[in-house]
């Protein structure tokens, strides 16, 4: 079983729609990141969070420490939102990645 | 600044062969990291750094060995490659403690046949 599962796995969106990326962890952590890696590889970091919920443009991560679960949100999806979103979980000295979600916004 | 750097983008080894794949950034980060990249797998820490001369493993360890003799350095080294060794090998760095933001770079991608 992995500590870290995303839901869905992959995902195709017509532009404009309101995306929703969900992640469960299993472990105790401190904190859970949101990771956006491009189709040619790169992975940039979106979100750290310990609680709560952070914005950054139209995208909005929020956190729920006792459910353990975690979700990334894109409003007003656009194309160039096309990546993969990766949740990692991190607690004590060890990193939980996710596999990922494949996301694909249609003009 | 550059950011994380990482050479070489693409290389073929034979079983067997050794080399070193090289990473550095300019950000004065103190913590820096390895991880491994599968085909529909999740990222696995390999090593990672707190600072200079300080390194511990992380969970896929084995076949791999590092260095920090330099804030901005982070070589890994695989001394016997081995075809379970192909993957994509990605640098990161974090300025604190390991909670904080990571900066990859932009990836190695090894073969080994």
């Known amino acids: 079983k992995n500590e870290v599962e995303q839901s869905p796995q992959n995902l195709t969106a017509q532009e404009g729609e309101f995306i929703t990326i969900n992640c469960s962890y299993s472990?105790?952590?401190?904190?859970l990141h949101w990771l956006q890696q491009h189709p040619g590889g790169g992975i940039v970091s979106l979100f750290m969070?310990?609680?709560g919920k952070k914005k950054h443009g139209r995208l909005i991560a929020t956190i729920n420490i006792q459910e353990k679960h975690s979700s990334l949100h894109i409003t007003a999806s656009h194309p160039r939102d096309s990546a993969v979103y990766i949740c990692?979980?991190?607690?004590?000295?060890?990193?939980?990645f996710g596999t990922g979600t494949s996301l694909t916004v249609i003009p | 600044n550059a950011g994380v750097t990482q050479t070489p983008k693409f290389r073929i080894l034979k079983i067997g062969q050794s080399m070193t794949l090289q990473c550095t950034q300019d950000?004065?980060?103190?913590?820096m990291y390895w991880y491994r990249q599968d085909p529909g797998m999740g990222l696995k820490l390999i090593y990672y750094?707190?600072?200079?001369?300080?390194?511990d493993k992380g969970e896929v360890p084995n076949g791999y060995n590092v260095s920090r003799s330099t804030t901005e350095d982070f070589p890994l080294r695989l001394e016997l490659a081995a075809p379970s060794q192909t993957s994509v090998y990605f640098c990161?760095?974090?300025?604190?403690?390991?909670?904080?933001?990571?900066?990859f770079g932009p990836g190695t991608r090894l073969l080994v046949l």
């Open positions: 950000m004065n980060h103190n913590y």
């Open positions: 750094s707190v600072g200079a001369g300080i390194t």
């Open positions: 990161a760095s974090s300025y604190g403690n390991r909670i904080e933001t990571q900066y």
């Open positions: 969070l310990s609680s």
């Open positions: 990692a979980a991190m607690g004590g000295n060890q990193f939980y």
């Open positions: 472990v105790g952590i401190s904190a």
